[in-house]
């Protein structure tokens, strides 16, 4: 049973159609990376599964439940609300090229934020649950920092350990080294590789990092023009180390 399923969904930009009657279903623990040329719909594909953006046609279903609904007036699949979102956003966790990190705040109290407010949980219990995961991503010496004091690999580690605040089934990788120079990139690899292997976490990544997405990905699906041009495991598609 997939947790994640894209079935024939469509999203255009005006006269520009992003995603092609695209089919995705991805399995419980299942890591897949995207990989494709720019342009090609890897990041509304994640979007829209995010509810960040609406979808034309097609359904997105998470946990066999349906992401976006029919409206009744003229058969055009309509955004989901806000309450529909926050909901759909405690399932699912998203990382971002950008940090997107509150500026204002330090890292624990990034990650203790959305918990407190979303899931409404105690300072207390967020605060553990915080300091637990900024150690495990190699912060925990880190906490009071502020998004200024940390470099960028660290910033993005702070924003892998705030998604993961939420307790998500599936977390989704945009670009997330992309911002970041070769030597902070491999930090924040091996974070989500840590994450990968000891938890039994859905990840869906969107990379330009061939090597990474070889050895990590039980699949890699390429994108070209809103499709799933072609898609295997690693050694389906490269072969063999
Ligand atoms: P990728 O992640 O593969 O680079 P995207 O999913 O970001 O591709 O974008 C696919 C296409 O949709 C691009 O041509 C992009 O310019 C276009 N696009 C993305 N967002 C918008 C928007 N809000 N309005 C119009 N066009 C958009
Ligand atoms: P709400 O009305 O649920 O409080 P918003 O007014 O912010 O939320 O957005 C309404 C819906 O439009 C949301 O479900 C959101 O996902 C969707 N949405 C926002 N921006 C875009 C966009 N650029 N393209 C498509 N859908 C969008």
């Known amino acids: 049973q997939p947790i994640v399923r894209f079935t024939d969904v469509t999203k255009r930009y ?3 159609t992003v995603l092609d009657k695209l089919n995705l279903d991805v399995a419980p623990g299942e890591k897949v990376a995207i990989i494709g040329p720019s342009g090609s719909g890897k990041s509304t594909l994640l979007r829209a599964l995010m509810t960040l953006e609406s979808i034309d046609e097609g359904l997105i279903a998470v946990d066999d439940e349906p992401l976006t609904h029919m409206s009744t007036r003229d058969g055009r699949l309509v955004p989901a609300s806000a309450s529909y979102q926050r909901k759909v956003r405690g399932k699912i966790g998203m990382v971002f090229q950008s940090f997107n990190l509150f500026p204002h705040m330090c890292a624990l109290q990034n990650v203790i934020e959305a918990p ?3 899931l409404g949980l105690g300072r207390k219990e967020a605060t553990e649950r915080a300091e637990e995961l900024l150690a495990m991503v190699g912060l925990g010496e880190k906490l009071r ?3 200024s004091q940390l470099s960028g690999g660290q910033q993005q580690r702070v924003a892998i350990a705030r998604a993961l605040a939420m307790r998500p089934k599936v977390m989704l990788f945009d670009e997330v080294t992309s911002a970041l120079d070769p ?3 491999g930090e924040v690899l091996r974070v989500i590789r840590r994450l990968g292997s000891e938890h039994n976490l859905t990840m869906l ?5 061939m090597g990474f997405a070889r050895e ?3 699949r890699v699906c390429f994108f070209h ?3 799933i041009h072609e898609q295997g495991t690693p050694e389906e598609l490269f072969g063999n180390p």
Request: with cysteine; hydrophobic share 40%; charged share 15%.
């Open 145 to 147: 920092h502020f998004p």
């Open 205 to 209: 990544m969107v990379t330009h990092q």
């Open 14 to 16: 005006g006269n520009l």
């Open 116 to 118: 407190m407010q979303v």
């Open 183 to 185: 030597e902070l990139c």
């Open 216 to 218: 990590f990905a039980d």
């Open 225 to 227: 023009q809103g499709r």
